[in-house]
Protein backbone atom coordinates (compact mmCIF):
# COMPACT_ATOMS: atom_id res chain seq x y z
CA UNK A 1 0.00 0.00 0.00
CA UNK A 2 1.25 3.35 -0.96
CA UNK A 3 2.29 5.37 1.93
CA UNK A 4 0.95 8.54 0.14
CA UNK A 5 -2.30 6.46 -0.01
CA UNK A 6 -2.12 5.45 3.78
CA UNK A 7 -1.26 9.03 4.79
CA UNK A 8 -4.38 10.63 2.99
CA UNK A 9 -6.56 12.48 5.05
CA UNK A 10 -9.23 11.82 2.86
CA UNK A 11 -8.75 7.95 3.16
CA UNK A 12 -8.51 8.79 6.75
CA UNK A 13 -11.66 10.32 7.13
CA UNK A 14 -13.48 8.01 5.26
CA UNK A 15 -11.93 5.14 7.49
CA UNK A 16 -13.06 6.94 10.40
CA UNK A 17 -16.62 7.04 9.27
CA UNK A 18 -16.84 2.97 8.11
CA UNK A 19 -14.83 2.06 11.51
CA UNK A 20 -17.72 4.04 13.50
CA UNK A 21 -20.39 1.90 13.05
CA UNK A 22 -18.44 -1.31 12.84
CA UNK A 23 -17.26 -0.22 16.25
CA UNK A 24 -20.59 0.17 17.57
CA UNK A 25 -21.87 -3.42 16.34
CA UNK A 26 -18.98 -5.14 17.99
CA UNK A 27 -19.97 -3.14 21.40
CA UNK A 28 -23.66 -3.93 21.03
CA UNK A 29 -21.76 -7.77 20.85
CA UNK A 30 -19.82 -7.44 23.89
CA UNK A 31 -23.06 -6.09 25.88
CA UNK A 32 -24.58 -9.32 24.85
CA UNK A 33 -21.65 -11.25 25.88
CA UNK A 34 -21.60 -9.90 28.91
CA UNK A 35 -24.79 -9.85 29.86
CA UNK A 36 -25.54 -13.75 29.18
CA UNK A 37 -21.95 -14.62 30.81
CA UNK A 38 -21.92 -12.76 33.78
CA UNK A 39 -25.51 -14.47 35.45
CA UNK A 40 -23.89 -17.46 34.07
CA UNK A 41 -21.30 -17.65 36.33
CA UNK A 42 -23.25 -19.00 39.07
CA UNK A 43 -22.58 -21.89 38.25
CA UNK A 44 -18.52 -21.89 39.49
CA UNK A 45 -19.98 -19.96 42.62
CA UNK A 46 -22.11 -22.84 43.47
CA UNK A 47 -19.23 -25.04 43.13
CA UNK A 48 -16.20 -22.70 44.44
CA UNK A 49 -18.29 -20.59 47.06
CA UNK A 50 -21.45 -21.67 47.64
CA UNK A 51 -21.62 -19.75 51.00
CA UNK A 52 -21.84 -16.69 48.61
CA UNK A 53 -23.93 -17.66 45.83
CA UNK A 54 -27.06 -15.50 46.70
CA UNK A 55 -24.62 -12.23 47.09
CA UNK A 56 -22.39 -13.14 43.95
CA UNK A 57 -26.01 -13.98 41.98
CA UNK A 58 -26.83 -10.17 43.09
CA UNK A 59 -23.97 -8.78 42.01
CA UNK A 60 -23.87 -10.55 39.00
CA UNK A 61 -27.32 -9.53 38.09
CA UNK A 62 -26.35 -6.17 38.78
CA UNK A 63 -23.73 -6.04 36.29
CA UNK A 64 -25.91 -7.50 33.69
CA UNK A 65 -28.56 -4.76 34.64
CA UNK A 66 -26.33 -2.06 34.01
CA UNK A 67 -24.52 -3.76 30.97
CA UNK A 68 -28.33 -3.37 29.06
CA UNK A 69 -28.32 0.10 30.57
CA UNK A 70 -25.28 0.91 28.65
CA UNK A 71 -26.40 -0.78 25.63
CA UNK A 72 -29.29 1.41 25.06
CA UNK A 73 -26.73 4.78 24.86
CA UNK A 74 -24.44 2.96 22.56
CA UNK A 75 -26.05 3.83 19.28
CA UNK A 76 -27.41 7.31 20.60
CA UNK A 77 -25.85 10.61 19.36
CA UNK A 78 -23.35 10.41 22.30
CA UNK A 79 -22.16 6.88 22.16
CA UNK A 80 -21.69 7.57 17.98
CA UNK A 81 -19.60 10.68 18.87
CA UNK A 82 -17.05 8.25 21.17
CA UNK A 83 -17.15 4.92 19.75
CA UNK A 84 -14.01 3.70 20.76
CA UNK A 85 -14.71 4.87 24.63
CA UNK A 86 -17.48 2.71 24.33
CA UNK A 87 -15.56 -0.47 24.40
CA UNK A 88 -13.25 1.01 27.17
CA UNK A 89 -16.00 1.84 29.32
CA UNK A 90 -17.94 -1.63 28.45
CA UNK A 91 -14.91 -3.58 29.60
CA UNK A 92 -14.95 -1.76 33.00
CA UNK A 93 -18.17 -3.43 34.05
CA UNK A 94 -17.25 -7.06 34.57
CA UNK A 95 -14.10 -6.45 35.38
CA UNK A 96 -14.98 -3.96 38.22
CA UNK A 97 -17.96 -6.93 39.35
CA UNK A 98 -15.23 -9.53 38.96
CA UNK A 99 -12.80 -7.98 41.32
CA UNK A 100 -15.74 -6.83 43.82
CA UNK A 101 -15.89 -10.91 43.84
CA UNK A 102 -11.81 -11.34 44.28
CA UNK A 103 -11.81 -9.29 47.30
CA UNK A 104 -14.56 -11.25 48.87
CA UNK A 105 -13.14 -14.39 48.42
CA UNK A 106 -9.43 -14.64 49.25
CA UNK A 107 -7.66 -12.32 47.31
CA UNK A 108 -4.52 -12.86 45.40
CA UNK A 109 -5.30 -16.61 45.99
CA UNK A 110 -9.33 -16.98 44.22
CA UNK A 111 -9.80 -18.54 41.55
CA UNK A 112 -11.93 -15.10 40.33
CA UNK A 113 -9.04 -13.71 38.65
CA UNK A 114 -9.86 -16.24 35.89
CA UNK A 115 -12.93 -14.31 34.69
CA UNK A 116 -9.92 -11.23 34.18
CA UNK A 117 -8.81 -13.12 31.64
CA UNK A 118 -12.45 -13.74 29.83
CA UNK A 119 -12.56 -10.05 29.99
CA UNK A 120 -9.30 -9.40 28.20
CA UNK A 121 -10.14 -12.27 25.50
CA UNK A 122 -13.29 -10.29 24.45
CA UNK A 123 -11.40 -7.44 24.28
CA UNK A 124 -9.14 -8.74 21.82
CA UNK A 125 -11.54 -10.81 19.51
CA UNK A 126 -14.73 -9.03 20.12
CA UNK A 127 -14.11 -5.47 20.30
CA UNK A 128 -12.10 -3.51 17.48
CA UNK A 129 -9.93 -1.32 19.17
CA UNK A 130 -6.50 0.26 18.35
CA UNK A 131 -2.62 0.10 20.18
CA UNK A 132 -3.94 2.95 22.79
CA UNK A 133 -7.42 1.96 23.47
CA UNK A 134 -6.04 -1.75 23.96
CA UNK A 135 -3.57 -0.55 26.12
CA UNK A 136 -5.91 1.46 28.44
CA UNK A 137 -8.23 -1.47 28.83
CA UNK A 138 -5.70 -4.13 29.55
CA UNK A 139 -3.94 -1.68 32.10
CA UNK A 140 -7.35 -0.42 34.10
CA UNK A 141 -8.12 -4.63 34.51
CA UNK A 142 -4.78 -5.14 36.05
CA UNK A 143 -5.33 -2.48 38.03
CA UNK A 144 -8.14 -3.39 39.29
CA UNK A 145 -6.80 -6.54 39.90
CA UNK A 146 -4.23 -5.67 42.35
CA UNK A 147 -6.57 -2.94 44.11
CA UNK A 148 -8.71 -5.72 44.87
CA UNK A 149 -5.75 -7.88 46.18
CA UNK A 150 -4.57 -4.91 48.09
CA UNK A 151 -8.32 -3.88 49.77
CA UNK A 152 -8.60 -7.94 50.70
CA UNK A 153 -5.96 -7.42 53.15
CA UNK A 154 -3.50 -10.62 52.98
CA UNK A 155 -1.43 -11.39 49.59
CA UNK A 156 0.34 -14.10 48.91
CA UNK A 157 2.93 -13.02 47.03
CA UNK A 158 3.95 -16.05 44.98
CA UNK A 159 -0.10 -16.38 44.08
CA UNK A 160 -0.26 -12.43 43.28
CA UNK A 161 2.57 -12.13 40.88
CA UNK A 162 1.50 -15.45 38.91
CA UNK A 163 -1.70 -14.54 38.35
CA UNK A 164 -0.53 -11.03 37.34
CA UNK A 165 1.83 -12.10 35.54
CA UNK A 166 -0.50 -14.21 33.37
CA UNK A 167 -3.13 -11.55 33.19
CA UNK A 168 0.18 -9.28 32.15
CA UNK A 169 1.07 -11.62 29.51
CA UNK A 170 -2.70 -12.19 28.50
CA UNK A 171 -2.88 -8.56 27.96
CA UNK A 172 0.19 -8.33 25.53
CA UNK A 173 -0.92 -10.58 23.32
CA UNK A 174 -4.74 -8.68 23.40
CA UNK A 175 -2.38 -5.46 22.73
CA UNK A 176 -0.40 -6.95 20.02
CA UNK A 177 -3.54 -8.41 18.38
CA UNK A 178 -5.31 -5.37 18.51
CA UNK A 179 -2.47 -3.26 16.82
CA UNK A 180 -1.75 -5.81 14.18
CA UNK A 181 -5.63 -6.53 13.19
CA UNK A 182 -6.30 -2.57 13.11
CA UNK A 183 -3.39 -2.14 11.08
CA UNK A 184 -4.68 -4.67 8.62
CA UNK A 185 -7.99 -3.62 8.94
CA UNK A 186 -6.71 -0.02 7.76
CA UNK A 187 -4.50 -1.85 4.52
CA UNK A 188 -7.86 -3.84 3.54
CA UNK A 189 -9.85 -0.68 3.91
CA UNK A 190 -7.60 1.29 1.86
CA UNK A 191 -7.16 -0.91 -0.72
CA UNK A 192 -10.95 -1.19 -0.89
CA UNK A 193 -11.40 2.27 -1.32
CA UNK A 194 -8.64 2.54 -3.82
CA UNK A 195 -9.95 0.02 -6.09
CA UNK A 196 -13.83 2.31 -5.78
CA UNK A 197 -12.09 4.97 -6.35
CA UNK A 198 -10.83 2.94 -9.48
CA UNK A 199 -13.92 1.72 -10.47
CA UNK A 200 -15.68 4.98 -10.28
CA UNK A 201 -13.23 6.66 -12.55
CA UNK A 202 -13.53 3.59 -15.02
CA UNK A 203 -17.16 3.56 -15.02
CA UNK A 204 -17.00 7.69 -15.89
CA UNK A 205 -14.74 6.63 -18.31
CA UNK A 206 -16.44 3.88 -20.25
CA UNK A 207 -19.51 6.66 -19.72
CA UNK A 208 -17.51 9.30 -21.88
CA UNK A 209 -16.54 6.22 -24.15
CA UNK A 210 -20.03 5.25 -24.92
CA UNK A 211 -20.88 8.82 -25.34
CA UNK A 212 -18.07 9.79 -27.95
CA UNK A 213 -19.05 6.43 -29.64
CA UNK A 214 -22.63 7.43 -29.56
CA UNK A 215 -21.43 10.97 -31.62
CA UNK A 216 -19.23 9.28 -33.39
CA UNK A 217 -22.38 7.20 -34.94
CA UNK A 218 -24.26 10.14 -34.95
CA UNK A 219 -21.86 11.96 -37.31
CA UNK A 220 -21.32 9.39 -39.38
CA UNK A 221 -24.77 8.80 -40.03
CA UNK A 222 -25.28 12.35 -40.71
CA UNK A 223 -22.61 12.51 -43.41
CA UNK A 224 -24.26 9.23 -44.87
CA UNK A 225 -27.23 11.24 -44.70
CA UNK A 226 -25.71 14.18 -46.69
CA UNK A 227 -24.10 12.14 -49.18
CA UNK A 228 -27.62 10.68 -50.02
CA UNK A 229 -29.02 14.34 -49.94
CA UNK A 230 -26.58 15.22 -52.70
CA UNK A 231 -27.82 12.42 -54.89
CA UNK A 232 -31.79 13.26 -53.86
CA UNK A 233 -31.15 16.89 -54.69
CA UNK A 234 -29.78 16.39 -58.01
CA UNK A 235 -32.29 14.01 -58.94
CA UNK A 236 -34.93 15.91 -57.71
CA UNK A 237 -34.12 19.45 -58.53
CA UNK A 238 -34.65 18.81 -62.64
CA UNK A 239 -38.24 17.87 -62.56
CA UNK A 240 -39.31 20.13 -59.77
CA UNK A 241 -37.53 22.66 -62.51
CA UNK A 242 -40.28 21.24 -64.84
CA UNK A 243 -42.75 21.64 -62.58
CA UNK A 244 -42.22 25.40 -62.03
CA UNK A 245 -42.06 26.17 -65.69
CA UNK A 246 -45.34 24.46 -65.80
CA UNK A 247 -46.84 26.35 -63.08
CA UNK A 248 -45.32 29.48 -64.49
CA UNK A 249 -46.92 29.00 -68.17
CA UNK A 250 -50.07 28.13 -66.21
CA UNK A 251 -50.33 30.97 -64.52
CA UNK A 252 -50.20 33.28 -67.48
CA UNK A 253 -53.56 31.56 -68.74
CA UNK A 254 -55.52 32.84 -66.32
CA UNK A 255 -56.57 35.62 -68.10
CA UNK A 256 -57.95 33.19 -70.84
CA UNK A 257 -60.10 31.80 -68.85
CA UNK A 258 -64.14 33.17 -68.03
CA UNK A 259 -64.12 35.71 -65.08
CA UNK A 260 -65.92 33.33 -63.14
CA UNK A 261 -64.23 30.75 -63.00
CA UNK A 262 -60.48 33.14 -62.17
CA UNK A 263 -60.47 33.00 -58.86
CA UNK A 264 -61.08 29.26 -58.21
CA UNK A 265 -58.29 29.07 -60.94
CA UNK A 266 -56.24 31.44 -58.64
CA UNK A 267 -56.37 29.52 -55.51
CA UNK A 268 -55.63 25.70 -57.41
CA UNK A 269 -52.23 27.69 -58.42
CA UNK A 270 -51.77 29.14 -55.57
CA UNK A 271 -52.23 25.52 -53.39
CA UNK A 272 -49.88 23.93 -56.25
CA UNK A 273 -47.04 26.59 -55.78
CA UNK A 274 -47.32 26.43 -51.69
CA UNK A 275 -46.77 22.37 -52.40
CA UNK A 276 -43.67 23.01 -54.83
CA UNK A 277 -42.42 25.63 -51.77
CA UNK A 278 -42.76 22.82 -49.64
CA UNK A 279 -41.16 20.20 -51.29
CA UNK A 280 -38.22 22.24 -52.13
CA UNK A 281 -37.92 23.16 -48.63
CA UNK A 282 -38.09 19.45 -47.61
CA UNK A 283 -35.34 18.64 -50.13
CA UNK A 284 -33.11 21.53 -48.70
CA UNK A 285 -34.12 20.81 -44.75
CA UNK A 286 -31.83 17.43 -46.07
CA UNK A 287 -28.63 19.37 -47.32
CA UNK A 288 -29.01 21.15 -43.69
CA UNK A 289 -27.59 18.16 -41.90
CA UNK A 290 -24.50 18.45 -43.44
CA UNK A 291 -24.18 22.27 -44.66
CA UNK A 292 -25.11 24.82 -42.34
CA UNK A 293 -27.39 27.72 -44.31
CA UNK A 294 -28.97 30.67 -43.19
CA UNK A 295 -33.19 30.71 -43.04
CA UNK A 296 -35.14 33.60 -43.61
CA UNK A 297 -37.01 34.55 -40.38
CA UNK A 298 -40.67 36.21 -39.79
CA UNK A 299 -42.98 36.60 -37.72
CA UNK A 300 -45.37 33.55 -37.87
CA UNK A 301 -48.95 33.58 -36.59
CA UNK A 302 -49.42 30.63 -34.70
CA UNK A 303 -53.18 30.05 -35.35
CA UNK A 304 -52.18 30.70 -39.17
CA UNK A 305 -49.66 28.27 -38.69
CA UNK A 306 -51.76 25.51 -37.05
CA UNK A 307 -54.59 26.16 -39.83
CA UNK A 308 -52.55 25.93 -42.81
CA UNK A 309 -50.71 23.02 -41.50
CA UNK A 310 -54.35 21.33 -40.70
CA UNK A 311 -54.96 22.28 -44.53
CA UNK A 312 -52.45 19.93 -45.86
CA UNK A 313 -53.52 17.41 -44.16
CA UNK A 314 -57.30 17.35 -44.72
CA UNK A 315 -57.29 14.86 -46.69
CA UNK A 316 -55.49 12.39 -44.23
CA UNK A 317 -58.39 13.44 -41.71
CA UNK A 318 -60.82 10.99 -40.78
CA UNK A 319 -64.31 11.92 -39.68
CA UNK A 320 -64.15 9.98 -36.67
CA UNK A 321 -60.98 12.20 -35.42
CA UNK A 322 -61.78 14.93 -33.07
CA UNK A 323 -59.81 18.11 -33.13
CA UNK A 324 -59.41 20.07 -30.53
CA UNK A 325 -57.39 23.87 -30.68
CA UNK A 326 -56.30 25.94 -27.74
CA UNK A 327 -54.48 28.45 -29.09
CA UNK A 328 -53.25 31.80 -27.60
CA UNK A 329 -54.48 35.04 -29.25
CA UNK A 330 -51.92 36.90 -31.16
CA UNK A 331 -49.10 34.73 -30.48
CA UNK A 332 -46.53 34.39 -32.92
CA UNK A 333 -42.84 32.47 -33.74
CA UNK A 334 -39.34 33.97 -34.82
CA UNK A 335 -38.78 31.28 -37.52
CA UNK A 336 -38.87 30.25 -40.57
CA UNK A 337 -42.77 29.39 -41.66
CA UNK A 338 -42.37 26.96 -44.21
CA UNK A 339 -39.73 24.96 -41.95
CA UNK A 340 -42.27 25.70 -38.90
CA UNK A 341 -44.79 24.13 -41.48
CA UNK A 342 -42.66 21.23 -41.89
CA UNK A 343 -42.38 20.72 -38.25
CA UNK A 344 -45.85 20.58 -37.90
CA UNK A 345 -46.91 18.42 -40.68
CA UNK A 346 -44.85 15.61 -39.77
CA UNK A 347 -46.03 16.16 -36.17
CA UNK A 348 -50.04 15.52 -37.63
CA UNK A 349 -48.98 12.56 -39.80
CA UNK A 350 -47.33 10.81 -37.11
CA UNK A 351 -50.22 11.32 -34.79
CA UNK A 352 -53.09 10.41 -37.64
CA UNK A 353 -50.87 7.28 -38.28
CA UNK A 354 -50.85 6.58 -34.49
CA UNK A 355 -54.51 6.74 -33.96
CA UNK A 356 -55.20 4.18 -36.88
CA UNK A 357 -53.57 1.49 -35.70
CA UNK A 358 -55.23 2.08 -32.02
CA UNK A 359 -58.56 0.63 -31.08
CA UNK A 360 -60.66 3.06 -28.93
CA UNK A 361 -62.87 1.80 -26.44
CA UNK A 362 -65.82 2.95 -24.15
CA UNK A 363 -66.85 5.48 -26.42
CA UNK A 364 -63.33 7.53 -26.20
CA UNK A 365 -62.99 9.12 -29.68
CA UNK A 366 -59.89 9.69 -31.34
CA UNK A 367 -58.30 12.89 -30.20
CA UNK A 368 -55.72 15.19 -31.89
CA UNK A 369 -55.05 18.55 -29.42
CA UNK A 370 -52.77 21.37 -30.42
CA UNK A 371 -52.74 24.29 -27.72
CA UNK A 372 -50.02 26.88 -26.91
CA UNK A 373 -49.07 29.32 -24.30
CA UNK A 374 -46.33 31.52 -23.13
CA UNK A 375 -44.61 30.22 -20.21
CA UNK A 376 -41.51 31.31 -18.31
CA UNK A 377 -40.64 33.90 -20.69
CA UNK A 378 -41.05 30.97 -23.68
CA UNK A 379 -43.62 29.89 -26.43
CA UNK A 380 -45.08 26.52 -26.02
CA UNK A 381 -46.97 24.93 -28.92
CA UNK A 382 -48.06 21.31 -28.05
CA UNK A 383 -49.30 18.80 -30.12
CA UNK A 384 -51.20 15.99 -28.29
CA UNK A 385 -53.05 12.81 -29.45
CA UNK A 386 -54.56 10.06 -27.06
CA UNK A 387 -53.02 7.43 -29.67
CA UNK A 388 -50.93 4.23 -28.60
CA UNK A 389 -48.65 6.09 -27.19
CA UNK A 390 -44.34 5.37 -27.70
CA UNK A 391 -42.63 3.08 -25.44
CA UNK A 392 -40.11 4.17 -23.28
CA UNK A 393 -37.44 1.72 -24.50
CA UNK A 394 -38.52 3.92 -27.99
CA UNK A 395 -38.46 7.81 -26.85
CA UNK A 396 -34.55 8.03 -26.41
CA UNK A 397 -34.13 7.06 -30.30
CA UNK A 398 -37.27 8.67 -31.64
CA UNK A 399 -34.65 11.48 -33.21
CA UNK A 400 -32.43 9.60 -33.83
CA UNK A 401 -32.07 9.37 -38.15
CA UNK A 402 -33.02 6.32 -39.68
CA UNK A 403 -34.67 5.29 -36.33
CA UNK A 404 -38.86 3.88 -37.36
CA UNK A 405 -41.04 1.73 -35.79
CA UNK A 406 -43.53 1.66 -38.94
CA UNK A 407 -43.05 -0.75 -41.25
CA UNK A 408 -40.38 -1.54 -44.23
CA UNK A 409 -41.88 1.07 -46.50
CA UNK A 410 -43.57 3.04 -44.25
CA UNK A 411 -41.02 5.45 -43.51
CA UNK A 412 -37.39 5.98 -43.30
CA UNK A 413 -37.15 7.55 -40.10
CA UNK A 414 -36.09 11.02 -41.04
CA UNK A 415 -38.95 13.53 -39.94
CA UNK A 416 -38.75 13.84 -36.31
CA UNK A 417 -34.30 13.69 -37.16
CA UNK A 418 -35.19 16.43 -39.65
CA UNK A 419 -38.28 18.18 -36.94
CA UNK A 420 -35.41 18.03 -34.23
CA UNK A 421 -32.83 19.77 -36.27
CA UNK A 422 -35.25 22.77 -37.30
CA UNK A 423 -36.64 23.62 -34.18
CA UNK A 424 -32.64 23.81 -33.04
CA UNK A 425 -31.91 26.17 -35.80
CA UNK A 426 -34.26 28.58 -34.40
CA UNK A 427 -32.98 28.86 -30.79
CA UNK A 428 -36.02 26.10 -29.53
CA UNK A 429 -36.31 22.36 -28.05
CA UNK A 430 -38.47 19.99 -28.76
CA UNK A 431 -39.30 17.30 -25.75
CA UNK A 432 -41.97 14.70 -25.75
CA UNK A 433 -43.95 12.59 -22.82
CA UNK A 434 -45.76 9.30 -23.59
CA UNK A 435 -47.51 6.70 -21.28
CA UNK A 436 -48.43 3.50 -23.63
CA UNK A 437 -51.71 3.00 -24.62
CA UNK A 438 -52.72 6.45 -23.33
CA UNK A 439 -51.32 9.54 -25.47
CA UNK A 440 -48.46 10.72 -26.76
CA UNK A 441 -47.42 14.57 -26.77
CA UNK A 442 -44.81 16.52 -28.42
CA UNK A 443 -44.08 20.00 -26.87
CA UNK A 444 -42.11 22.77 -29.34
CA UNK A 445 -40.40 25.16 -27.29
CA UNK A 446 -39.40 28.61 -28.74
CA UNK A 447 -38.17 32.13 -27.44
CA UNK A 448 -41.45 34.01 -26.97
CA UNK A 449 -42.52 36.33 -29.41
CA UNK A 450 -46.41 37.39 -28.32
Known amino acids: ?107 SQSPYYAGLNLVLLVIGFVLYWTLVESLIAVSLVMLMYILACAWHGHVSLVDFANNLYFLALTGVIVVTGSYVHSRWRFREFTLRYQLNQQNEQLDRQNKQIKDAEAQLVQTEKLASLGRMSAGIIHEINNPLNFVKTGLYTLKKQTNHLAPERQADYADTLKDLEDGFDRVTNIVSSLRGFTHHDEEMREEVAVAGLVDESLRFVSHEWSSGIKLEKELAAGQTIYANKNKLIQVCLNLLENSLDALKTKEFQNGEPPLIRISSRVENGRTMLVFYDNGPGIPPENLGKIFDPFFTTKDVGAGMGMGLSICYRIIQQFDGDIRVRSEPGKYCEFTLEFPAKV
Open 1 to 107: MPDLATNSPEVRRAFVEYDRQVIINNVKVGCWIGMLLMPAGVLLDFFVNRPLLGHFFELRLLCSLLIGIFWTIVDSPVGRRHPRALGVILAMFPSFFISWMICETTG
